[in-house]
């Protein structure tokens, strides 16, 4: 008797990404007096939900040699530099209702860059460039698309110039950045409702999807046939700060684990909306998570034509079921109550030091 020696199938192996961008200091100033300060940067943001939802990914980030924070991967540290520091100077008494518009954001010292050189060895099934203090270059970026099956890209990590003599923050068009010749090999671009003006945004969805976060209001997606708005979840905002860089993490944790893009948009609406009701960096307790894990894979098997991972060509339409995961989503939100942590690092006097210092993108 011939025993089948056939091994039972096995389960896909874990994909793995690359998330490139530095860690900076962040210090909040309101009405001129330093309130805050906190560990800042997109990638701790996007971390916080890759790692709560167990998706494996290599992180690349450079700090100085006064890097204050301990995280749970080790950035490159510079002996001869100082870690990125940025001031962000907020005046209570005007701007808009959502505090945007009368933030002026200085880059006060930088890291260095990150090098096609620092970027580990192999093959990555996605790729994340979010820079935040003009740390990718234009080889990184390059390196990455030739590394990594497909590669997201926030606009902020491309389109950010510093002044010269104090290091204020301003846009520059898309077209002038030197990104632009490689946005046909991207997959998806990420901008806020501010920065999506600095982008012909009907040229470039023939490229690439473009992803539009518009706070309160969700998120809009373009690509070369068309266009989709995604729902927003109900958020009682207390700190807009991070709140794009907790979407962008969950919009790669959807696509990661085969959810299409609108329903992969909607899990990253949902991480924006836990991120603006917490001061700091969100803090996701664990049976949340794992509640945020079943419900992506029920919706999962809703789907008939399920990504399996997003290097292949997505999809873009809404499947059976989208309507009922925002409806489940937004229930298990509400199990969970989260309050207004402290920064990590307090400067001002009780009541007066409630928001959070990361403000390098929202």
Sequence with gaps: MVRDSAKP??????????????????VLFRDGAAVAESLGGAVSFIAAVLDGLSIPFDLVSKV?????????????????????????????GSGEEDGREDRVLKRVCSCDPIAPSDLPEGKFDFGMAVG???????ETL???????????VDI??????????DGTVRLVELKESGFYHLLPRIGF???????VAYMDVEEVRNWCCVVVTNGKNGCTLYWRDGEMKIEPFVASEVDPTGA?????????????????VPDAALLGNFFGSLTVAQVGLPKYELTLLQGVKDEVERQKMQCVHSLNGINIEPKFLKPAGHDQFHASLSALKLQF??????????LSSPGKGTEHSSVLSA
């Design 9 to 26: 199938p096995q389960p896909p192996a874990p994909r793995r990404g690359l998330v490139a961008g530095n860690y900076c200091h962040d």
């Design 64 to 92: 100085g040699r006064d890097f204050k924070y301990a995280t749970a991967r080790r950035p490159i540290a510079a002996p001869d530099r100082e870690t990125t520091l940025f001031h962000a100077y907020f005046d209570s």
């Design 132 to 138: 935040v203090g003009g740390e990718i270059l234009v």
């Design 142 to 152: 390059e390196r990455m698309i030739e590394i990594c099956e497909v590669v997201l």
């Design 156 to 165: 902020q990590a491309l389109i950010r110039v510093f002044d010269g003599v």
């Design 189 to 195: 671009i990420k901008a806020s409702s501010e920065e």
């Design 244 to 260: 794009g860089d907790s979407f962008l993490g969950g919009l790669v944790a959807g696509l990661v684990q085969g959810l299409t």
């Design 337 to 346: 109550k989260y309050p207004i942590h402290d920064c990590p690092r307090e």
